[in-house]
């Protein structure tokens, strides 16, 4: 009974101690402006971070970072991984860290050896182009507020006066212009990096962490209600649009898209111009053809119209649902009945069937059939570069598949896609990243 009653007195003088140490933590934080909470789930998630694996089989390797990451890019020998307040490099093949930066946002440009834009922190305007190797700055410009990266081109966006902006195409390589433009009205709210333009919404919620691409002919720029439409060749300004209530007006690779939809007889009446800006001539016109961006029965277009690779998802005249061709209106596939479009680059298209219970890949160019897969509706399904990546979180399992065939990565995993390099994929579960090393070549 003693023995008894001196452990109780142990455990109850224990509890006062621990009862002590948390009053002492909140006094402390109080008095310093100390955030108790964001401090001891971020030490859980480190800690967690050291004793989990991404993946079953382990991945190529994984490493923890500092803060959350929000997406990554691959160059030839490193790996960039960006986060909401920085940038960091590691090395393609170990994962050691190379370099880190504090950075207000992040885009990666260029080929190859790519160069990494950063755009200067605090008050400061202006970016440093970084080798994303060593972390040395190539180049820099000290007034832009915004840029577009891509493999062929990096535009930048200043506004030295509160209703005057310019765009500069630069070489990803150098920094040297090759054009410069004025732009009419004020363009500050695209700053930032890779600011969403005038342009369809992706099929894809991944498709922001593909690699970046070259540079689409024309810049639909969003700008004071009106879309201002510059050429990346020259920079020169082509024409400026202005949207209405029945009107929505988007840039698909070489053409203006201007998709109406009027009411008449308690529908709306639909109707699609592809138009070249250089003149503003009409290069085609088809009637009936509904992009699904209006609503209600004044048809007002509330939403961009959906598309990728220079393709349109629309419903034809016949009920059909097709893929328009931007550049020449022509119906460039045609889905079966009972299917959807899951997504597609303009190249590789993947659908799925009316039941949820089949993706099909098909070549665009032809129709052809590449290959199908049973994959259930809770399956997340996204197209990268060549490869087809299948999420299920449920059964825990990531699985990419090459687009013409053939299994990449088959692994137990609940990770979330980060970016692609050329042979793998960078994913992450929380602040640890890692890279999956594929198995063969992607399509």
């Not at 129709?367 to 299920?392: H, I, M, N």
């Amino acid at each position: 009974m003693r023995m008894a009653k001196g452990r109780f007195v142990r455990r109850f003088v224990g509890f006062l101690a621990v009862l002590g140490v948390i009053g002492l933590v909140i006094v402390y934080s109080l008095l310093t402006g100390w955030q108790l909470l964001p401090s001891v789930g971020n030490w859980f998630t480190k800690l967690g971070a050291q004793f989990s694996s991404l993946s079953t089989p382990e991945p190529t390797w994984q490493t923890s970072v500092g803060d959350q990451p929000v997406a990554a890019a691959a160059t030839d020998f490193a790996v960039v991984v960006t986060s909401r307040g920085g940038v960091e490099a590691h090395r393609l093949s170990s994962g050691d860290k190379l370099w880190y930066r504090d950075a207000a946002w992040v885009a990666v440009g260029g080929t190859g050896n790519d160069v990494v834009v950063v755009g200067r922190t605090g008050r400061k305007h202006g970016y440093d182009a970084v080798d994303p190797d060593t972390g040395a700055v190539r180049w820099s410009d000290g007034s832009a507020i915004g840029v577009w990266a891509y493999t062929n081109l990096i535009v930048d966006l200043t506004c030295p006066e509160a209703t005057t902006c310019k765009l500069t195409g630069r070489s990803p390589e150098s920094g040297s212009k090759r054009w410069t433009t004025t732009l009419t009205g004020n363009a500050r709210p695209l700053g930032g990096a890779n600011h969403r333009l005038a342009v369809a919404r992706p099929f894809d919620d991944d498709a922001g962490t593909r690699p970046p691409q070259a540079a689409p002919p024309l810049l639909g720029l969003p700008i004071d209600g009106q879309v201002e439409v510059v050429a990346t060749s020259s920079g020169r300004r082509l024409h400026t649009y202005q949207p209405t209530k029945t009107t929505r007006v988007v840039v698909a690779g070489d053409r203006v898209v201007v998709n109406s939809a009027v009411p008449r007889n308690g529908s709306c009446r639909f109707s699609v111009d592809g138009r070249d800006p250089d003149g503003d001539r009409r290069a085609w016109h088809l009637d009936g053809y509904d992009l699904k961006t209006s609503s209600g029965l004044a048809c007002e277009q509330r939403t961009d119209p959906m598309g990728e690779g220079g393709l349109l998802d629309a419903v034809a005249p016949d009920g059909r649902h097709v893929l328009l061709d931007a550049s020449t209106g022509s119906r460039a596939y045609q889905l079966a009945n009972d299917e959807t479009v899951v997504t597609t680059d303009g190249r590789t298209l993947l659908v799925r069937s009316a039941g949820g219970g089949k993706i099909r890949a098909v070549r665009v160019s032809g129709g052809s059939t590449l290959w199908t897969r049973d994959e259930g509706k809770s399956v997340g399904v996204a197209l990268g570069p060549g490869v087809v990546l299948f999420t299920d979180p449920g059964a825990n399992r990531l699985v990419v598949v090459a687009t013409q065939g053939g299994t990449l990565i088959d692994v137990e995993s609940g990770a979330t896609l980060l970016g692609y390099a050329d042979n793998g994929l960078v994913v992450h579960i929380g602040l640890r990243v890692g890279y999956l090393t594929y198995h063969g070549s992607a399509g």
